[in-house]
């Protein structure tokens, strides 16, 4: 089965095996990719693409194209001429297979052009983002359920010398909400917390724990 599919303003007729060049592609070598721009599968004609269709192809390499001389002579401004050189930037690949339905819940990544992305392939990649969008969102929501919940029946540690909003938030996000907790420190713990939460020496030289003894009774 053919298809003839549209990438990068070009149109490609293509069937299982062919090796091709197109456009730059945004894929790197032994990539998977689909192109869901389809104008065209065996006798289905697009309206004007397929819906549905897509032709899957396999990243063999990058490469660029065949050097190509661009002379330009102005004669009535001043006499100015110019050469310029361009070689292409291209992606060779091998189509693997023709789908003419299904191609929309296949999971392939969808042939995206390097250097500007096409509203199909946009429409295409779109589905895949949103998940993650909503779970970045409600990862934030999940940590202020969380901070009640730490707060909630600690003791106000802000009546340590030195201790303020910020400190407190950091003691309580080591598993630290109480007196007691401190009071019990050794000076293992004590090392161990003042090199995990950068205070500096602050517990010794402000004299925490037994302040702490004395608030926690």
Same mark, same amino acid.
């Not at 990649?125 to 202020?144: C, D, F, G, S, Y």
């Not at 000076?187 to 090199?195: K, L, M, Q, S, T």
């Given at each position: 089965?053919?298809?003839?599919?549209? !990438?990068?303003?070009?149109?490609?007729?293509?069937?299982?095996?062919?090796?091709?060049?197109?456009?730059?592609?945004?894929?790197?070598?032994?990539?998977?990719?689909?192109?869901?721009?389809?104008?065209?599968? %065996?006798?289905?004609? %697009?309206?004007?693409?397929?819906?549905?269709? @897509?032709?899957?192809?396999?990243?063999?390499?990058?490469?660029?194209?065949?050097?190509?001389?661009?002379?330009?002579?102005?004669?009535?401004?001043? %006499?100015?001429?110019?050469?310029? @050189?361009?070689?292409?930037?291209?992606?060779?690949?091998?189509?693997?297979?023709?789908?003419?339905?299904?191609?929309?819940?296949?999971?392939?990544?969808?042939?995206?052009?390097?250097?500007?992305?096409?509203?199909?392939?946009?429409?295409?990649?779109?589905?895949?983002?949103?998940?993650?969008?909503?779970?970045?969102?409600?990862?934030?929501?999940?940590?202020?359920?969380?901070?009640?919940?730490?707060?909630?029946?600690?003791?106000?540690?802000?009546?340590?010398?030195?201790?303020?909003?910020?400190?407190?938030?950091?003691?309580?996000?080591?598993?630290? !909400?109480?007196?007691?907790?401190?009071?019990?420190?050794?000076?293992?713990?004590?090392?161990?917390?003042?090199?995990?939460?950068?205070?500096? @020496?602050?517990?010794?030289?402000?004299?925490?724990?037994?302040?702490?003894?004395?608030?926690?009774?």
């Amino acid at each position: 089965m053919f298809a003839v599919l549209k !990438t990068g303003g070009k149109q490609y007729k293509v069937q299982a095996g062919d090796v091709l060049r197109v456009e730059k592609l945004a894929a790197n070598a032994g990539d998977k990719v689909q192109f869901n721009e389809i104008l065209m599968v %065996g006798a289905t004609v %697009g309206t004007p693409l397929v819906e549905g269709a @897509g032709v899957q192809a396999e990243v063999i390499d990058q490469i660029k194209g065949e050097k190509l001389i661009h002379f330009v002579k102005r004669r009535r401004k001043h %006499g100015s001429q110019r050469t310029k @050189g361009h070689r292409q930037q291209l992606t060779l690949l091998r189509v693997t297979d023709v789908l003419e339905n299904g191609a929309d819940k296949s999971g392939v990544m969808a042939a995206v052009g390097a250097g500007s992305v096409s509203g199909a392939a946009v429409a295409a990649a779109a589905p895949a983002k949103k998940p993650a969008k909503k779970a970045e969102k409600a990862a934030p929501k999940a940590e202020k359920a969380a901070a009640p919940a730490a707060d909630a029946g600690a003791d106000d540690l802000k009546q340590l010398s030195g201790v303020g909003p910020a400190l407190e938030k950091k003691l309580h996000a080591a598993g630290v !909400t109480s007196f007691a907790q401190i009071a019990a420190w050794t000076e293992a713990d004590v090392a161990e917390f003042d090199e995990k939460l950068s205070f500096k @020496g602050r517990i010794e030289r402000e004299g925490w724990v037994d302040q702490a003894k004395k608030l926690a009774k």
